[in-house]
């Protein structure tokens, strides 16, 4: 399966709470609904091979994530 997705984990300051949290990879996939197979994680200074044809998935303040899988079907 080819890769469709770029994880960047890391720190938010949520918009609910105010505090800081770390969003790991693991937890990206299951807020964006993506399956492992489908994912890249990003790690610093090292690109990966057509990395700018993948979608970026960053960590959100405000916690309103999309659903990929959902939106994936709904283009068809």
């Given at each position: 399966m080819d890769k469709k997705y770029l994880l960047y984990p890391g720190y938010v300051v949520s918009e609910t709470d105010g505090k800081r949290h770390y969003i790991t990879a693991k937890a990206l996939m299951k807020l964006y609904n993506v399956?492992?197979?489908?994912?890249?994680?990003?790690?610093?200074y090292?690109?990966?091979p057509n990395q700018d044809k993948l979608i970026a998935l960053h960590p959100m303040?405000?916690?309103?994530?999309?659903?990929?899988?959902?939106?994936?079907e709904e283009e068809k």
């Open positions: 399956r492992p197979e489908e994912c890249v994680v990003w790690i610093p090292r690109p990966y303040a405000n916690g309103k994530y999309k659903d990929m899988q959902k939106q994936e």
